[in-house]
Nanobody
Framework: QVQLVESGGGLVQAGGSLRLSCAAS????????MGWYRQSPGKQRELVAA???????NYADSVKGRFTISRDNAKNTVYLQMNSLKPEDTAVYYC?????????????WGQGTQVTVSS
């Protein structure tokens, strides 16, 4: 079993910053990537940022230059530093981990943490 525990969400004014953390525990091996997704009401869940086990990163165009993803492999923890937040960043943010399992990729999700940016 794999568990993901997120923290760091909250309410912030536009232009402010937040840092999300996600700690993975359990059967953590063959990690392909860890990342953050978000979902706001009436919209599909979308990728915000991801980082591979080798350190390569990928960002949604809407957050490039404002968000930074990083990870601590020893702690199986991924972080999302969010700066210059905008009201449109308001969403539930979900941590994701992709693990290699017998020829396929298994996805696991955190419970989600609310980020609200006021104008």
């Amino acid at each position: 079993q794999v568990q993901l525990v997120e923290s760091g969400g909250g309410l912030v004014q536009a232009g402010g910053s937040l840092r999300l953390s996600c700690a993975a525990s359990g059967s953590i091996f063959s990690v392909n990537a860890m990342g953050w997704y978000r979902q706001s009401p009436g919209k599909q869940r979308e990728l915000v940022a991801a980082i591979t086990s080798g350190g390569s990163t990928n960002y949604a165009d809407s957050v490039k230059g404002r968000f930074t993803i990083s990870r601590d492999n020893a702690k199986n923890t991924v972080y999302l530093q969010m700066n210059s937040l905008k009201p449109e960043d308001t969403a539930v943010y979900y941590c994701n981990i992709k693990l290699g399992r017998l020829g396929h990729v298994a996805n696991y999700w955190g419970q989600g943490t609310q980020v609200t940016v006021s104008s």
